[in-house]
């Protein structure tokens, strides 16, 4: 196996370890914040709203999944549906105040427990590693699209 090949095998578990301690660690951020509601929040915060079609293209995830994901935000109080100014016929899915709060309470919760993981790191280090995730990522973006 060459040095590539061996590199190429340790990202890729490496990746799905992370994958996994990222899943485990949501349910102790917040209880009522799986890994996968995270997300979902995430993605209507950092667009200001969207439809649920939108959720379930973007994350290439069937309908009924997302429906599923989002009734339990709804219920959880943490996303309502509104009429999309554009077409009213169209319902978009937004935060409510509380969901925009416990987002806020994960998110931070997260970016502490990244510093203290990666607070012994050099700063090259860090520039660096975080250079190659965006890289990694854009790759994945562009072979989605």
């Excluded at 990202?11 to 799986?34: C, D, K, N, V, Y």
């Excluded at 993605?43 to 009734?71: F, I, N, P, W």
Aim: net charge negative.
């Amino acid at each position: 196996m060459s040095a590539a090949q061996t590199a190429i095998e340790t990202i890729q578990r490496e990746m799905t370890i992370f994958a996994r301690r990222a899943r485990a660690s949501a349910g102790r951020m917040h209880p009522e914040l799986s890994l996968v509601s995270y997300t979902l929040l995430g993605h209507l915060e950092e667009r200001d709203g969207c439809r649920a079609t939108d959720l379930a293209a973007h994350y290439a995830l069937d309908k009924s999944t997302v429906s599923r994901q989002v009734t339990a935000l709804e219920r959880a109080g943490l996303v309502e549906r509104r009429p999309d100014p554009e077409d009213h016929r169209v319902q978009v899915l937004q935060l409510t105040d509380a969901g925009r709060e416990i987002l806020a309470q994960v998110t931070q919760r997260r970016r502490a427990a990244f510093q203290e993981r990666l607070e012994d790191w050099p700063e090259e280090d860090l520039t660096r590693f975080a250079r190659y995730l965006e890289r990694y990522n854009a790759r994945a973006d562009a072979d989605s699209d």
